[in-house]
């Protein structure tokens, strides 16, 4: 069975940090790039950050670069998201997502999600 369990949301004063984790099982991790992803009230989940199998390359949004960085452990199965100087805007419920492969063949799956709030 799959499963990709988030944990390390919460609340967290503006300029604080949090470091998210995505426990991954269930499908050969080192195959797969892993995201993080995040919605907000009101609007569309949107791509935070991206890591390749094996963690050489990565990708941001431009709303976090310089401030939130991905990365993974492929022996243990887990992707983190350490998160720096946090502002109310960052306020969403993080997902972590799984993909293989493009397009029509691609195969992705998604965890349930954390809250992030960022509140003073």
């Known amino acids: 069975q799959v499963q990709l369990v988030e944990s390390g949301g919460g609340l967290v004063q503006p300029g604080g940090s949090l470091r998210l984790s995505c426990a991954a099982s269930g499908f050969t991790f080192g195959l797969y790039a892993m995201s993080w992803y995040r919605q907000a009230p009101g609007k569309e989940r949107e791509l935070v950050a991206d890591?390749?199998?094996?963690?050489?390359?990565?990708n941001y949004a431009d709303s976090v670069k310089g401030r939130f960085t991905i990365s993974r452990d492929n022996a243990k199965n887990m992707v983190t998201l350490q998160m720096n100087s946090l502002s109310p805007e960052d306020t969403a419920v993080y997902y972590c997502?799984?993909?293989?492969?493009?397009?029509?063949?691609?195969?992705?799956?998604w965890g349930q999600g954390t809250q992030v709030t960022v509140s003073s």
């Open positions: 997502k799984a993909r293989r492969g493009y397009g029509t063949s691609a195969i992705a799956y």
């Open positions: 890591i390749t199998s094996s963690g050489i390359m990565t």
